[in-house]
């Protein structure tokens, strides 16, 4: 119902308009990068019916802190981290309610979603439950460095961790996760098989 | 042992393409827009908005356990605090300036703190341009609104509403106001108190009592509403585009500059006081963001030939600058939106995108870019602005429509 006025500049203007509380910047900062954040927090910890109020929390954290931010060039990156950020803290909240699963497809409103092929459906879920397993910091490099498919450069910053640390760390990953991986047949297969059922899904 | 990093890559594509179709990314974004924007209103403290009023009341009980001399003090504090407003009846924050639509489910109200409401019909679009202590500027921009302004210190409130070329003046009462924005025809029917009337092609402000009517267009000689028009005025034909201020205005008004104007949100009065300039010799000496701002005010307001001009004068004097690309985008959705010319429209928003690769814009300009040229009937170009949106902006609001595209 409520437009706010367009905001035009670009963005370092955008910058600008934010700090300066311009409400047509922050409907065009969150259309700019509503979309890669959404990637990110989806990679971290699978479909999850929380992501949207997720979404909310990363930016309204960048908006707190947009008065640090030095460099516009660096936006992209800087908002990959707070979403890791907040996507650790919400796994660690819900290893302390134990009686929460990481993955949870059946709390999505099916109204709300595709309908995915049953084999990408139980895929995915074998995927965040092995994640699930892995230690925090090695489950954000795996899901940083292959499921967003970031460089490792990138991923290091967004985990707010040195190169080498991110290397050990999705090393240990790799092997934690084939091992787990090979105790699941759904897994294995889909492993072995490369993309078999995304050919599948096309043909 | 061998790391089977290209295995693991190929597994987390097809993880990553399996939870873009378990999701809706676009629901996704949706539900939490608005969230966000209501927290960001809230955070950046909007003058006269909601979260001062909470400050009001702390004021106010720290006051109250005081001496009567600090409630004076808080009185005074009250009646000099500006009008605050929120929209539907959820209360949704709005800070003045921003578009706020009628529901095709029913009427939306948008109520103000002194006690005076608008209510929108299904087809109204209007912005809140400001308030004061004593009331309200509202731009109408276009369908029918129901106003009822509190009554309470009539003589002293300061509420207008803006129409098009007309100006309502309102000294307490209830009226309905419809303008329709493509024809500049106006209407008003007072139900009670009265309201004065004046624009450009009126002669003179005129009131409207109550049970009476008024409708009018400068489009046209004449358009009466018979049943009821026991008082009408007789509008002056005016020229599209006529450089006419309204017909009402404080002196000191008309002295004021189009760039005071502009930057005190009084959009139409400042493309008037361009037009009084000359507005191809304000061209030659605006700088690059007032002519951004100008021709963005000559567009709102139908000037569609002068908007042109702002922007094609900025390009040529600011060729290089960013500016000059926001120009080009404006001029391909003048091109789109107002000229339906599509060829036209499909080469400024590659203009944009040429000079601007990463701006702001980008996005947009992709997206329109395509659905000019399919509408300019360039199917292949189309298609592949479809395919570069997609790969870029997967969720992104023209997403659907570039799968359909693609789908063809």
């Given at each position: 119902?409520?437009?706010?006025?367009?905001?035009?500049?670009?963005?370092?203007?955008?910058?600008?308009?934010?700090?300066?509380?311009?409400?047509?910047?922050?409907?065009?900062?969150?259309?700019?990068?509503?979309?890669?954040?959404?990637?990110?927090?989806?990679?971290?910890?699978?479909?999850?019916?929380?992501?949207?109020?997720?979404?909310?929390?990363?930016?309204?954290?960048?908006?707190?802190?947009?008065?640090?931010?030095?460099?516009?060039?660096?936006?992209?990156?800087?908002?990959?981290?707070?979403?890791?950020?907040?996507?650790?803290?919400?796994?660690?909240?819900?290893?302390?309610?134990?009686?929460?699963?990481?993955?949870?497809?059946?709390?999505?409103?099916?109204?709300?979603?595709?309908?995915?092929?049953?084999?990408?459906?139980?895929?995915?879920?074998?995927?965040?439950?092995?994640?699930?397993?892995?230690?925090?910091?090695?489950?954000?490099?795996?899901?940083?460095?292959?499921?967003?498919?970031?460089?490792?450069?990138?991923?290091?910053?967004?985990?707010?961790?040195?190169?080498?640390?991110?290397?050990?760390r999705l090393s240990r990953a790799e092997k934690q996760f084939l091992e787990a991986a090979?105790?699941?047949?759904?897994?294995?297969?889909?492993?072995?098989?490369?993309?078999?059922?995304?050919?599948?899904?096309?043909? | 042992?061998?790391?089977?990093?290209?295995?693991?890559?190929?597994?987390?594509?097809?993880?990553?393409?399996?939870?873009?179709?378990?999701?809706?990314?676009?629901?996704?974004?949706?539900?939490?827009?608005?969230?966000?924007?209501?927290?960001?209103?809230?955070?950046?403290?909007?003058?006269?908005?909601?979260?001062?009023?909470?400050?009001?009341?702390?004021?106010?009980?720290?006051?109250?356990?005081?001496?009567?001399?600090?409630?004076?003090?808080?009185?005074?504090?009250?009646?000099?605090?500006?009008?605050?407003?929120?929209?539907?009846?959820?209360?949704?924050?709005?800070?003045?300036?921003?578009?706020?639509?009628?529901?095709?489910?029913?009427?939306?109200?948008?109520?103000?703190?002194?006690?005076?409401?608008?209510?929108?019909?299904?087809?109204?679009?209007?912005?809140?341009?400001?308030?004061?202590?004593?009331?309200a500027r509202l731009l109408i921009e276009d369908g029918t609104v129901d106003a009822s302004?509190?009554?309470?210190?009539?003589?002293?409130?300061?509420?207008?509403?803006?129409?098009?070329?007309?100006?309502?003046?309102?000294?307490?009462?209830?009226?309905?106001?419809?303008?329709?924005?493509?024809?500049?025809?106006?209407?008003?029917?007072?139900?009670?108190?009265?309201?004065?009337?004046?624009?450009?092609?009126?002669?003179?402000?005129?009131?409207?009592?109550?049970?009476?009517?008024?409708?009018?267009?400068?489009?046209?000689?004449?358009?009466?509403?018979?049943?009821?028009?026991?008082?009408?005025?007789?509008?002056?034909?005016?020229?599209?585009?006529?450089?006419?201020?309204?017909?009402?205005?404080?002196?000191?008004?008309?002295?004021?500059?189009?760039?005071?104007?502009?930057?005190?949100?009084?959009?139409?009065?400042?493309?008037?006081?361009?037009?009084?300039?000359?507005?191809?010799?304000?061209?030659?000496?605006?700088?690059?963001?007032?002519?951004?701002?100008?021709?963005?005010?000559?567009?709102?307001?139908?000037?569609?030939?002068?908007?042109?001009?702002?922007?094609?004068?900025?390009?040529?004097?600011?060729?290089?600058?960013?500016?000059?690309?926001?120009?080009?985008?404006?001029?391909?959705?003048?091109?789109?939106?107002?000229?339906?010319?599509?060829?036209?429209?499909?080469?400024?928003?590659?203009?944009?995108?040429?000079?601007?690769?990463?701006?702001?814009?980008?996005?947009?300009?992709?997206?329109?870019?395509?659905?000019?040229?399919?509408?300019?009937?360039?199917?292949?170009?189309?298609?592949?602005?479809?395919?570069?949106?997609?790969?870029?902006?997967?969720?992104?609001?023209y997403a659907s429509e570039a799968r359909g595209i693609l789908a063809k």
């Open positions: 119902m409520l437009t706010p006025l367009t905001f035009i500049g670009d963005e370092q203007a955008l910058l600008q308009a934010l700090r300066a509380g311009h409400p047509g910047a922050a409907a065009a900062f969150y259309d700019q990068h509503a979309a890669h954040v959404t990637r990110t927090l989806r990679s971290a910890l699978g479909a999850d019916e929380e992501i949207p109020d997720l979404l909310q929390e990363v930016f309204i954290r960048a908006i707190d802190g947009i008065g640090k931010l030095r460099e516009i060039d660096r936006i992209g990156g800087w908002l990959t981290s707070i979403a890791i950020f907040v996507a650790r803290a919400r796994i660690r909240l819900r290893a302390r309610r134990s009686w929460l699963r990481t993955f949870s497809p059946e709390q999505v409103d099916p109204a709300h979603q595709e309908q995915p092929s049953s084999e990408a459906r139980a895929a995915l879920r074998e995927v965040y439950a092995v994640l699930g397993q892995l230690p925090i910091d090695e489950r954000m490099a795996f899901a940083l460095r292959y499921i967003e498919g970031m460089t490792l450069p990138d991923a290091a910053e967004a985990c707010e961790t040195s190169l080498a640390t991110l290397k050990r090979s105790q699941r047949p759904v897994l294995e297969h889909w492993l072995e098989e490369g993309t078999r059922w995304n050919v599948q899904k096309r043909s | 042992m061998e790391r089977p990093e290209a295995k693991l890559a190929e597994f987390g594509t097809a993880v990553r393409e399996a939870l873009a179709t378990e999701s809706s990314s676009a629901e996704e974004i949706r539900l939490a827009r608005a969230g966000f924007l209501d927290h960001f209103a809230a955070r950046s403290g909007t003058r006269g908005g909601w979260a001062s009023l909470a400050s009001a009341r702390r004021w106010r009980i720290l006051l109250l356990a005081g001496a009567a001399a600090a409630g004076a003090v808080l009185l005074w504090t009250w009646t000099a605090r500006p009008v605050t407003f929120q929209v539907g009846t959820s209360g949704a924050l709005v800070q003045t300036g921003d578009l706020v639509n009628g529901a095709p489910q029913g009427l939306v109200p948008l109520r103000f703190s002194e006690g005076s409401s608008v209510i929108l019909h299904e087809d109204a679009r209007l912005r809140v341009l400001a308030t004061d202590t004593k009331g302004i509190a009554s309470a210190r009539i003589g002293k409130k300061h509420w207008s509403f803006e129409a098009g070329p007309f100006q309502v003046l309102v000294t307490g009462t209830r009226f309905t106001l419809s303008y329709q924005a493509k024809d500049q025809s106006f209407g008003l029917a007072t139900h009670e108190g009265q309201v004065v009337v004046s624009g450009a092609c009126l002669s003179a402000p005129t009131p409207v009592a109550a049970g009476n009517r008024l409708d009018l267009t400068c489009l046209a000689r004449r358009t009466p509403a018979p049943q009821t028009a026991s008082l009408m005025a007789l509008p002056v034909p005016a020229r599209e585009g006529s450089a006419s201020p309204p017909a009402v205005g404080k002196p000191a008004r008309s002295a004021q500059t189009w760039r005071e104007l502009l930057a005190a949100g009084r959009l139409q009065e400042a493309v008037h006081a361009a037009e009084r300039s000359d507005f191809d010799r304000v061209c030659q000496t605006a700088s690059a963001k007032d002519l951004l701002a100008l021709a963005d005010a000559a567009r709102l307001f139908t000037r569609v030939s002068k908007a042109v001009t702002a922007l094609r004068v900025l390009r040529q004097r600011f060729p290089a600058s960013a500016e000059a690309s926001t120009a080009a985008f404006a001029l391909g959705r003048i091109a789109y939106e107002q000229k339906r010319a599509y060829p036209e429209a499909v080469d400024w928003f590659a203009t944009y995108l040429r000079e601007q690769p990463s701006g702001p814009l980008h996005g947009d300009g992709v997206g329109r870019l395509m659905e000019a040229r399919l509408r300019a009937g360039d199917q292949s170009g189309a298609h592949f602005d479809a395919e570069q949106y997609l790969r870029r902006f997967p969720e992104g609001p």
